[in-house]
């Protein structure tokens, strides 16, 4: 042996699957799925037992009780928030790559459907999804899934045009070098260009996210359960509004803040990565 | 002049090396015309050293044989098959993606900015095209890549990320990883410009090695005027989208014909 190397004695690094902090991360996702899946109630009962201070002054006691109850509609949100935007970043991806395409009759049909429904309101989305499933005998959902699917699709195309930043983003060289190593497309895409344009598209997703989940009461149209149809039905049941409306706001308070904080971190972190 | 002096055989030597031949080939960026009705050609195993004023094309036509522009018009042969073209009964016919991918095989390209894959690994950035292009299994392709790394001097850096390491070791390695796939022809694009100068010598000496191999036509553009005339069996010097004269490095430096190439390397020369 003449060479001064021994193949063994440089360890190559673990593969990202095996990694601790990934695993981790991972295995918490699935965990979180598997509970908005199945520990979800999706019933659109909300009752109270207490009945309110008759001199319509704020009972706090009233407020107090019913948490559980603003706490089940919060998560009906946020199951519909997590599953519609499950589906956005996956077709946001789909239709970033179709309008990418270097096909124009591709491309353009993609563009125009990206215009289009960036710029019609997701309420009326949402009323013309619903009423246009209600027609198909073969597919008939839940409410909180039309609500998904709508969601889904509203924030594919605010997604897509972050991942086309995302992609625009990658030095010209990585393309040029890939072509010099003759990658094959998927190749290119998944091992060159997507790894880096993903964690620039990371905060943006974050933000979408976010307003996605504030966009998720619109399922009150569509009859989807969720934290507004909580408060509507106490002001239905109970002829108070205050205190439910304000619970409303702790519970968006409660769940956005630790996703505002996690934008915020994946960007001081990738801003870190990067220098 | 532009006809070349000797008849050169396109095909490939008895080392593998690929040759080229350019006909007629043009490329023009808007109303800038860069290639101008260019013949060049570069015999297997020739070391070809491209020199020019900056912006008169030389860039350029390494980046039309690495397919990275696409001529205007004009043919363009690697290793005796056409790049860009197909044969079509008599004639010949724009080729195929398919086809471009098949000859580009033949060829690889080193860049002014290294353009290494910045979160890979030094070793991953070789094993990549070995793996997923010519089907070697990662075994193979890392033992290969250990190799390579090692005779650039990098085998310690395999773990790297290139933002650990000089643009010197960071140039070594994305020539380790155009060498990993073995290619016919070589394009060397200003490699050592982007370079602080003290890191100059690590890289032109690995450029040494591979010129030495000999297994491996080499095309490069520089402005080591010295690397040059030590490495190059012909100097081109180019300008306005032509060759203004070319021959072996040592006529071409010390008795320029042309008075533009007297004014270049005059101008190259008061550095």
């Known amino acids: 042996m003449t060479t001064a190397f021994d193949a063994n004695q440089v360890q190559p690094p673990k593969p990202w699957y095996r990694r601790g902090d990934v695993l981790t991360v991972l295995i918490a996702f699935a965990l979180g799925y598997a509970f908005l899946l199945f520990g979800v109630d999706e019933s ?57 395409s270097k096909l124009r009759p591709v491309s353009w049909p ?4 990206i215009e289009f429904i960036r710029s019609t309101p997701i309420l009326v989305q949402l009323y013309f999804l619903h009423a246009l499933i209600r027609t198909w005998d073969w597919y008939s959902p839940a409410t909180i899934t039309i609500l998904a699917i709508g969601l889904g699709i509203h924030y594919a195309t605010y997604c897509s045009e972050a991942y086309r930043a995302g992609i625009n983003s990658v030095d010209k060289g990585q393309w040029e070098a890939s072509t010099a190593l003759n990658l094959g497309p998927v190749s290119k895409w998944t ?20 307003a996605a989940m504030k966009d998720a009461p619109l399922g009150i149209a569509v009859n989807a359960t969720g934290i507004l149809f909580f408060a509507n039905a106490i002001r239905g049941g109970d002829f108070r509004a205050v205190e439910p409306y304000m619970l409303m ?13 996690l934008v915020r971190r994946l960007e001081r972190k990738i801003t870190y990565e990067r220098t | 002049m532009s006809a070349p002096d000797t008849t050169p055989y396109t095909g490939t030597n008895g080392n593998g090396a690929a040759g080229v031949r350019m006909r007629g080939v043009n490329k023009a960026f808007g109303t800038n015309t860069v290639l101008r009705e260019l013949d060049l050609d570069v015999d297997p195993g020739e ?17 039309v044989i690495m397919t990275l522009e696409r001529p205007d018009s004009g043919t363009i042969e690697v290793g005796g098959r056409q790049l860009y073209h197909q044969p079509a009964g008599d004639g010949l016919k724009p080729a195929s993606e398919k086809h471009i991918r098949s000859v580009r095989s033949d060829i690889g390209m080193v860049f002014q900015h290294f353009n290494l894959f910045p979160h890979m690994t030094a070793l991953e950035n070789i094993m990549l095209a070995p793996v997923k292009v010519h089907g070697q299994s990662k075994e193979e392709a890392r033992t290969n890549a250990f190799e390579l790394l090692d005779k650039v001097g990098l085998a310690h850096a395999a773990n ?47 450029l040494r090695d591979i010129a030495e191999e000999g297994k491996t036509t080499m095309m490069l553009v520089t402005h080591e005027m010295g690397f040059a005339r030590e490495v190059a069996d012909r100097l081109v010097m180019f300008d306005h989208g032509q060759v203004l004269e070319s021959g072996p490095p040592a006529d071409v430096l ?8 007297q004014e270049f390397l005059g101008a190259v020369r008061e550095h």
């Open chain 2, 47 to 63: 070391r070809v050293v491209i020199i020019g004023p900056s912006g008169s094309g030389k860039t350029t036509i390494l980046r």
């Open chain 2, 160 to 206: 790297q990320t290139p933002g650990q390491l000089s643009g010197g070791q960071k140039q070594r390695v994305a020539i380790a990883r155009s060498l990993a796939t073995k290619p016919k022809i070589m394009l060397f694009d200003e490699v050592t410009s982007a370079l602080d100068p003290e890191l100059v010598g690590e890289v032109l000496n690995v």
């Open chain 1, 110 to 113: 993609t563009a125009f459907v």
């Open chain 1, 249 to 261: 706001g702790v519970g968006f308070l409660i769940a956005s803040l630790p996703a505002a904080w």
């Open chain 1, 44 to 100: 659109t009962r909300f009752r109270t037992r207490l009945n309110p201070d008759p001199d319509l002054t704020f009972d706090w006691m009233y407020f107090w009780h019913m948490v559980p109850l603003m706490w089940r509609g919060l998560l009906a949100t946020v199951k519909a928030t997590v599953y519609g935007f499950t589906i956005a970043i996956f077709l946001g991806l789909v239709f970033a790559l179709l309008r990418r």
């Open chain 2, 254 to 261: 010390d008795n320029p014909r042309e008075a533009r190439t």
């Open chain 1, 191 to 210: 091992k060159v260009i997507l790894p880096q344009a993903i964690p620039n598209v990371l905060p943006a997703l974050g933000n979408y996210l976010v």
